[in-house]
């Protein structure tokens, strides 16, 4: 079977990390050979460059266009070095954010041009476009009261204003009803068990039927 790249988006605390650790599982269970893998900090230089995106650091301001042109920079390296050659040899790829994080973050959130964020997005992908995205669609404030509960401090992106998160939320809501055969919507207010039920179905009817 040829490869597949599965993205899974959401605003901050709405499970993708646990939900793609249940479906890596349960995948490898169906004997399907796959990675997993995200953005920012897919490959090694991917990870220094979340580092100078995410850390708090009043003495290291990171302007919008440099945040934008970062998280391109991280993604054209991601392409060459993971996603086009384990596709090639027929993996499934799971992957925690791509394009539509973009949109959402930089485009909503920061209100930068999405027509520039979708040149730039081009341009690091080569047109790469996943197979399916789903997207787990939980309320922004539930999102950071999970990440809120956890022992880990706050990012500088999680840190961010309700009013921005909102607005990110705004975005996925609206990708999701442009691209709706790319895009999924998954309800992710709902019990982990419940949330990982239903992402199998949407893959083995996508998939496996
Ligand atoms: N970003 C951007 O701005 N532009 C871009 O182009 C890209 C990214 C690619 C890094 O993302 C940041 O980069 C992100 C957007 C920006 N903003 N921030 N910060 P990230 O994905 O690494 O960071 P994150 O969004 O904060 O994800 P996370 O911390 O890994 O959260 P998560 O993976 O969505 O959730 P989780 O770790 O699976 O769960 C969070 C908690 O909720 C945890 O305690 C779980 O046990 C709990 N949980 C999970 N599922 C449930 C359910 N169903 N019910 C109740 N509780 C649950």
């Known amino acids: 079977m040829a490869g597949k790249l599965i993205v899974f988006e959401g605003v901050e605390g709405c499970g993708k990390t646990t939900q793609m650790q249940l479906c890596s599982q349960w995948l490898e269970s169906l004997g399907v050979s796959l990675i997993v893998t995200r953005e920012p900090g897919g490959t090694e230089l991917g990870c220094d460059l979340r580092r100078l995106l995410l850390e708090k650091s009043a003495n290291k301001p990171v302007g919008e266009v440099t945040e934008l042109l970062l998280y391109a920079a991280d ?3 991601h392409i060459e070095q993971e996603l086009k050659p384990n596709l090639a040899i027929g993996k499934f790829i799971l992957c925690d954010r791509y394009t539509d994080s973009t949109i959402a973050y930089q485009g909503y959130g920061r209100g930068l041009s999405i027509s520039i964020i979708n040149q730039l997005n ?3 992908t080569g047109g790469l476009e996943s197979d399916l995205t789903i997207w787990l ?5 539930e999102g950071l009261a999970r990440k809120c509960q956890g022992e880990a401090a706050l990012d500088r992106i999680e840190q961010e204003t309700i009013a921005f998160h909102r607005l990110v939320q705004q ?3 609206e990708l999701a009803k442009f691209y709706n055969s790319r895009i999924v919507r998954v309800d992710g207010s709902l019990s982990q068990e419940v949330v990982q039920n239903n992402i199998q179905q949407i893959l083995s009817d996508r998939f496996f039927s």
């Open 171 to 173: 975005g996925y809501s």
């Open 75 to 77: 993604r054209a390296q």
């Open 122 to 124: 081009y341009i690091a």
């Open 137 to 141: 669609d939980v309320d922004p404030e």
